[in-house]
C-alpha cells in the first residue's frame, strides 16, 4: 500500500469528495473521485481520536503480501498524513464497492438460497486468510463487509464478500493459541470472551461469523432482543440458548453455525478449515450448490502449478469446450440466433453481414473466449496443468500458448525498461520495445489489472530511494495510460531501496536491484508476479 502524505489542498484537489458514506468515533468516510486515476474510491479521515485507529488499520494491511492479494478481503490502495492538518489528521484510500455492505445489500435486496451460500462461503475464506496471515479481526458484522458483484457470474448475479474495518484487529504470535485481549467490537456481534476482556483465540471471530450467518438467513440476531451495551449483552449470553428459528436454516449452515454459538470457546469450532470441509462434504455429496469456485493446491506433489479438481469440473469443461469447438469448425457462424425477436430485420442481416464468414483471425480470438470461459468453470487463471483424481484430459499445447507469452511479456518488461541514472526519466531507445509488449498484453486481456512496483538501490538515502521508486513506477504508468491502456487498471508504488534482490556492493547487483517489478490480477486473483531469474 503506498504512503503519500499531502497537503489539505492537495488531497482535495486530487480526491473530489461527494457525499458521506458513514460518521463514527473514529472519524468519517466520504465517497470521492479520485481525479487521478479516474474512478471512484471510499476515503476514512480520522479525527483526533482515531488517529491511533486509522495507523493500526494500515500496519494490520501492510502485513499482507501484495502478490498474496485475498478476493475476499477489500482493496486497500493508499494512506498518508494531511500534512498541514492542526490535529495530524490521517486519510486511508480504498476501492469504492458499489453494492455498499453486507448490512446495505440485506436491506435492499431479497437474496436466493444460493446467493447466501456464495457470501457466506467467501467470508469464510476471507476469514481463513486472516487467520493464516495472523490476524483476528475482532469486528466482524455486516457493517463491515463491503460487498462487489461478482463479474464472473453471467446471469446468475452473485455478490462477493470483501472484509474491511481493520481498526481493532489483532496481530497475533503464530506460536501461540491464546491472546491478550482490551476489548472493544461490537456487542451484539462479538465473542462473550471478547466482551469479558478475557484471552481471544482465532475462533472468536467464528463466534461473529455465526452471528452473522444467523441474521443472515433469519432476518434477526440469535438472542431475545438487541443488546445495546456490554452489560446488556453479557446478561443475555449466561443462560444463552440458539432461538428455535435455526431450525429453518438449509444444512450445512445449520451445523456451521451452532458450531460457532457455543458461548465457550473450548466447545466452539476451532477453526473456518473446518467449517470449509464441511461445506466441501455437503457438496461432494450434492446436497448443496458448488457456486464459488474451489481449487485445491495438493502440498504433496513436486511438479509446480499443479491443481488438483473433481471430475465433475473436468466434465463441465470437456462439454462447454466440445460444444464451443463444435461451432468453431462450421465454416461460417450465424449470429443472428444471438439477437432478441424484437429487434429488426435489419438489425439481424447486419449482424449477419458483419460477422456471417469466419476468418482465421477471428477464430483464434474465438478460442481464447472459448478456453477463458470453459476455464472458468474451474475456477483458474493460472495453471500449466491439470490434473484429476478420476482422469487426465490432455489439452493441446496451443491452449497456453496465450498465457505464457502474457507472463513473457511483462518479464521482458522486467529486464527491459531502462532509466536515467538518478532519475524517473524512461530510457525510450532501450525501453520501447519492452513497454509496447505490456500494451499490448494489457490490451488483449481486458481482465488484468497491473500493479507496477519500483525499487532502487541503495546508493543515497532511504527517504530519497522510496520517492525515485515511486516516481519511476509512475512514469511506467503513465506511459501506458499513454499508450491507451485504461488508468483505473493500472497502480503504481515504490519500495526504495528495501528489497535487494542482490548484494549493493557491485556494479552488477546494483544494476539488478534498479528495476520495476510487475503483479499481474485476473479478476481479483493472482496471475503473474515477475521475479529474479
Known sequence: MLRCDLTNKQLLKRFRTECQLKKGGFGVVHKALDTNLHKDVEIKFSNSEGHEILLKEVVIIQQIPEYERSPYIAYY?????ITDSFSGENYLVIQFYKEGSLSDLNKDVKLTLEQRHFILEGL?????????????????????????KDDDAGEDERYVPKIADFGISKLVDPDKSRYSNTGGGTPAYASPEQVKVENIRKNSDLWSFGVIAFQLYTGNLPFNKTPSSESEYLEQIKDFVIPDSINSI???WQEIIRNCLKVNPDERIKSSDECLEKIAEYKENGIISSDAPEVVQNNNVDEENTIYINSNSIEQFEKRFEDCEKILSEDSVDFTQEVKSKEKDKKQDDKKAQYGKSSE????????????????????????KIISNH???????????????????????RHGIQFISGEADIIFRHSDRSLG??????????????????????????EGNLDLSVSRANAVRQYLISAGVDSVRLYAS??????????????????????????????????FKTEKD
Open 494 to 527: 515504490g519500495k526504495g531501496d528495501t528489497q535487494p534482490i542482490e548484494t549493493n556492493e557491485t556494479d552488477e547487483g546494483r544494476a539488478e536491484n534498479r528495476r520495476i517489478e510487475f503483479l499481474v490480477t485476473s479478476n481479483g486473483n493472482l496471475f
Open 77 to 81: 490502495e493508499s494512506y498518508g498524513q
Open 250 to 252: 438449509p444444512e450445512p
Open 361 to 384: 483471425k477471428w477464430k483464434k480470438v474465438a478460442y481464447s473466449v472459448v478456453i477463458v470461459s470453459a476455464l472458468s468453470i474451474l475456477g483458474i487463471t493460472n495453471v500449466n
Open 391 to 413: 482422469s487426465k484430459p490432455s489439452f493441446p499445447e496451443k491452449y497456453w500458448k496465450a498465457e505464457d507469452e502474457a507472463k513473457q511479456a511483462f518479464n521482458n518488461g
Open 437 to 462: 509488449g505490456i500494451v499490448s498484453t494489457m490490451k488483449r486481456n481486458p481482465q488484468f489489472e497491473l500493479h507496477i512496483i519500483g525499487h532502487t538501490d541503495n546508493f543515497g538515502d532511504p
Open 124 to 148: 469464510l475464506k476471507g476469514i481463513k486468510f486472516l487467520h493464516d496471515n495472523n490476524i483476528i479481526h475482532c469486528d466482524l458484522k455486516p457493517g463491515n463487509i463491503l460487498m462487489a
